[in-house]
């Protein structure tokens, strides 16, 4: 079973920018979607974005036209760029995958940290 590590956290002031990466212990081709999840201090779990097989992208209100998702099938990476980061971005980040694409989420990261500081 494919397993996915996130790489990436830290703490970040205000403004900046963060790249976090997802490693794949497998091929990651056949997955229909690739995602991130964050979820923040005493906060539901959240989707952040995600990115199909043909490259389509889906962000969530909060971060769109700051975060920036991509794929490599080649080297089974998913990465999330994120630019102007706000305090409220103050998460642990999950990769997941949906192989489906049907919305079942069934592969997960351990999550890496992130923390924005004002």
């Known amino acids: 079973q494919v397993q996915l590590v996130e790489s990436g956290g830290a703490l970040v002031q205000a403004g900046g920018s963060l790249r976090l990466s997802c490693a794949a212990s497998?091929?990651?081709?056949?997955?229909?979607?690739m995602g991130w999840y964050r979820q923040g201090p005493g906060k539901q779990r959240e989707l952040v974005a995600t990115v199909t097989t043909t490259g389509r992208t889906n962000y969530a209100d909060s971060v769109e036209g700051r975060f920036t998702i991509s794929r490599d099938n080649a080297k089974n990476t998913v990465a999330l760029q994120m630019n102007s980061l706000k305090p409220e971005d103050t998460a642990v980040y999950y990769c997941?995958?949906?192989?489906?694409?049907?919305?079942?989420?069934?592969?997960w990261g351990q999550g890496t940290q992130v923390t924005v500081s004002s």
């Open positions: 497998g091929s990651i081709f056949s997955f229909t979607a």
């Open positions: 997941a995958a949906d192989p489906s694409g049907t919305g079942s989420w069934t592969r």
